[in-house]
């Protein structure tokens, strides 16, 4: 077997070790094994071309270059769409798999600041209403008495951490009896009564 075919076997055998090795753990033994071979396959090139054709020589040497980069892209590209591949390569873990209740603390967070009433005694834990849904809800070491008025604060969990907070109606009544306009007599009798301050000064003499 002349060096020519056999600088092709061993980068053929070079290309099948990197194939291997995704498969066969080896403690890096193939990787060795693969460089070992890439080296043979140059020097085998080396010793049939160099003299007669250089050029045939450096086209090889880059061509092999070339190739093996391409080679590995192309084999994970591969994997990546088979179920073979899913198992070989360690793909990261979608936002789902690590947090499985993120849909649902995404659609509590959007209720933090609104107010509902507690169904039952949250002492710490129990249940709330806050506009048609029911939510499991908890204190923060406070006794919330049924149907008291409560405000979400905080989402934990799947759990909404919840403080006691006045009633709407009442809080609506009082800030529109701040906003209505005072009588004009009952603005006269806030004034200060007393007089004001006389002044002693004396007039000059002429």
Known sequence: MDYITLAFLLAI??????????????????????????????????????RESPGYFWSF???????????????????????????????????????????????????????????????????????????????EGLVIDPEEWVEIVEVRGTRVVVRRAGDPAALLDERRVAAEPRPADELLNSADPSPPTQLDFELPQG
């Open 13 to 50: 055998v070079g290309l099948a070790l990197i194939f291997i090795e995704l498969f066969v753990p080896s403690g890096g033994l193939i990787a060795i094994l693969c460089m070992v071979a890439f080296i043979a396959s140059v020097w085998c090139a080396y010793r049939g071309w160099w």
């Open 61 to 139: 040497t880059g061509g092999l270059v070339m190739i093996v980069p391409a080679f590995i892209f192309g084999l994970f590209r591969i994997l990546e769409t088979t179920q073979l591949g899913d198992r070989i390569l360690l793909s990261a873990p979608r936002s789902e798999d690590v947090t499985p209740y993120q849909a649902e603390q995404e659609r509590l967070s959007a209720l933090i600041g609104q107010r509902g009433q507690a169904l039952g005694m949250l002492n710490p834990g129990g249940l709330v209403r806050v506009g048609d849904q029911r939510l499991h809800a908890f204190t």
